[in-house]
C-alpha cells in the first residue's frame, strides 16, 4: 500500500496520478471489515420462488455438495433468498425443517471458507412483481415484516458477523422512496438493538434501481452497511422469451451489443407486439451499462459505503455469443468501479448450473477470473 505519509510533495503527486481511478476509488469503499466479498452466486428457488414448499425436493435441492462446488470454482459468498411462506406458516408458526436447512446452508459456508448473505426475498404482504403490496398500507404488516427479522435474528445472531449479513428486503416497491426509506430505517434500527455488528445490506426503492439510488435515505453514521442495487438491462434482452412477462410472446432475434431488436425488424411486427417492446431499439453496449452503474457508484462514494450488485444475470434462452459478451462487459464494469457481486443465479435457466444439471464452464470461468 502506498504510505502517503513518507513521501515527497511532487513525487506524492506523480504517485498518485500513477494510481488508476478505480484504485483510488477502491480505497474509500471497502466492505466492512470482517465481511469481505466479491464473487457470489445467488442460491434460488431454494427456500423462495419454490413452487410452495413442496415444490421442489428441499433437501436435495442444495446440498453440502453445491456450497463445496462454489467455493472450489473461486466464489466466496452466497444470498441465500428466502421467503416468509416457506420459513412461517400462516399462524406465523416456524417451519422447523425449513430453519434446519438454513442453519446447514450457513454451517457449509463455514466449513468451506464463504460467507452467506441471508436476504428477505417475498413477505406474504410483499412481491416485487405483486400487483398490490399491503406492506406500504398497513401498520400490521409492517410489524410482522420487523418481527420476521426479530425472529430471524434470534436464530441467527449466534453466528459471527464475519460469516453472515442479512439483507432487510429484496427490491421493494413501495408507491414512494420516503415509505421505503422510512420502513428500512426502523428495520436498521431493531437490528442494531438486537445486533450492533451485523453487516445489513440495503437497496433503494423500486427493485433496487441504479436509477432510484439517489432517493435512498442511510441511517447516519452506520459503517456496518451495504449499498446494493440490481442490473438487468437491457430487459427485453436479458429475459428473452421469459413466461412471467409481458414480451414473452415475442419470437424474433435479441441482440447484443447494440439494439436489442433493430428497427427494420421491430417494424415487423404487429402492432400488438410493437407496444409492449417500446424501448427496445435502445442501444446498449460496455459504456451505457457502466454509464448506467455509475449513478449508483456515485451515491456509494457520496455515502463512503461499499457497493454490492447483489442480482444480475441473463437466460440462456438468449444466443449464446451475445450472453457472454453482456456478461462480460458488466463484469469490466463492476470489477473497475470495485463493485462486489453475486450472479442470478445458481440452478436453472439463469444459471451458472443449467436445468439439466451441467456447469457452464465458460460463464463461470468468465465471471471467477481476476
Not at 446498449?284 to 455509475?294: C, G, K
Amino acid at each position: 500500500m502506498l504510505n502517503i505519509y513518507k513521501l515527497p510533495i511532487i513525487t506524492l503527486i506523480v504517485s498518485l496520478l500513477a494510481i488508476p481511478s478505480s484504485a483510488v476509488f477502491a480505497q474509500t469503499q471497502r466492505m466492512p471489515e470482517g465481511f469481505d466479498i466479491h464473487k457470489g452466486v445467488n442460491v434460488s428457488h431454494w427456500l423462495s420462488q419454490s413452487g410452495g414448499r413442496h415444490g421442489v425436493a428441499q433437501n436435495d435441492y442444495f446440498t453440502e455438495k453445491d456450497v463445496a462446488l462454489i467455493a472450489s470454482k473461486g466464489f466466496d459468498h452466497i444470498r441465500i433468498p428466502v421467503e416468509e411462506a416457506e420459513l412461517w406458516d400462516y399462524k406465523e408458526e416456524k417451519y422447523k425443517d425449513a430453519f434446519v436447512l438454513l442453519h446447514k446452508a450457513i454451517g457449509w459456508c463455514k466449513q468451506y471458507h464463504i460467507r452467506a448473505i441471508v436476504d428477505m426475498h417475498i413477505l406474504r404482504s410483499h412481491h416485487f412483481d405483486g400487483k398490490k403490496n399491503r406492506l406500504w398500507e398497513e401498520s400490521a404488516s409492517q410489524e410482522r415484516f420487523l418481527q420476521c427479522w426479530r425472529e430471524l435474528s434470534g436464530e441467527l445472531k449466534k453466528y459471527p458477523t464475519d460469516l453472515v449479513a442479512y439483507e432487510l428486503l429484496n427490491e421493494p416497491v413501495a408507491d414512494s422512496a420516503s415509505q421505503w426509506n422510512d420502513l428500512l430505517a426502523r428495520g436498521v434500527g431493531l437490528i442494531r438493538e438486537l445486533e450492533p455488528k451485523r453487516v445489513i445490506v440495503v437497496g433503494s426503492n423500486r427493485y433496487q434501481s441504479y436509477a432510484t439510488f439517489p432517493l435512498l435515505k442511510i441511517p447516519a453514521n452506520d459503517k456496518r452497511i451495504i449499498l446494493s442495487f440490481h442490473y438487468y438491462n437491457p430487459f427485453f434482452f436479458t429475459h428473452y422469451k421469459a413466461s412471467w412477462t409481458a414480451h414473452k410472446d415475442f419470437s424474433g432475434p435479441v441482440h447484443y451489443p447494440g439494439a436489442t431488436i433493430s428497427k427494420k425488424e421491430m417494424a415487423q411486427q404487429p402492432a400488438t407486439i410493437r407496444n409492449i417492446l417500446a424501448g427496445a431499439t435502445e442501444e446498449y453496449n460496455a459504456d451505457v451499462i457502466e454509464q448506467q452503474i455509475m449513478t449508483a457508484v456515485k451515491v456509494a462514494q457520496k455515502l463512503k459505503l461499499p457497493l454490492y450488485c447483489g442480482e444480475f444475470g441473463c437466460l440462456n434462452s438468449v444466443y449464446r455469443k451475445d450472453r457472454l459478451h453482456w456478461y462480460k462487459d458488466i463484469k469490466k464494469a463492476l470489477d473497475k468501479n470495485n463493485i462486489s457481486w453475486s450472479v442470478w443465479d445458481y440452478k436453472g435457466s439463469f444459471g451458472i448450473i443449467d436445468e439439466n444439471g451441467e456447469e457452464d464452464d465458460k460463464l463461470i470461468k468468465l465471471l471467477t477470473k481476476d
